[in-house]
């Protein structure tokens, strides 16, 4: 956050990241990329694999992919769905919440059934 609001700012343009032309903003981030990526030392991370890393987190967290969608500037739920995938942590903790719930009910009915399952 530091390092954004450090960025020079032009007057009368309200993006943080400039464009070539007046008024604009950056849309082409293929070189700017290349360069992040030799300083940081990340030769093998495209922007892509980030993309996904976000889209995967924000599944793990909760959000949904109607959200995540709008977040990655998708059209299409499915193609949020192609980007989200969960861990294996994730399934586990899911697998064992859904478990114990399940468990609950059974024990609660003195081990029959509860009536809506």
Partial sequence: MRLL???????GNPW???GKRPGTHMTELDDAWQTVRARAGLSDVRLHDLRHSFASRALALGESLPMI???LGHAQVETTA????????????????IAVSIAA???G??????PDS
């Fill in 105 to 107: 009910d059974i024990l």
């Fill in 16 to 18: 943080v990241i400039h």
């Fill in 82 to 97: 192609r980007y989200a995938h969960l861990s294996r942590k994730s399934m586990h903790e899911a697998t064992e919440r």
């Fill in 5 to 11: 609001a450090e960025l020079p700012r032009i007057e």
């Fill in 69 to 71: 969608g709008k977040l």
């Fill in 109 to 114: 009915s003195g081990g029959r059934p509860a």
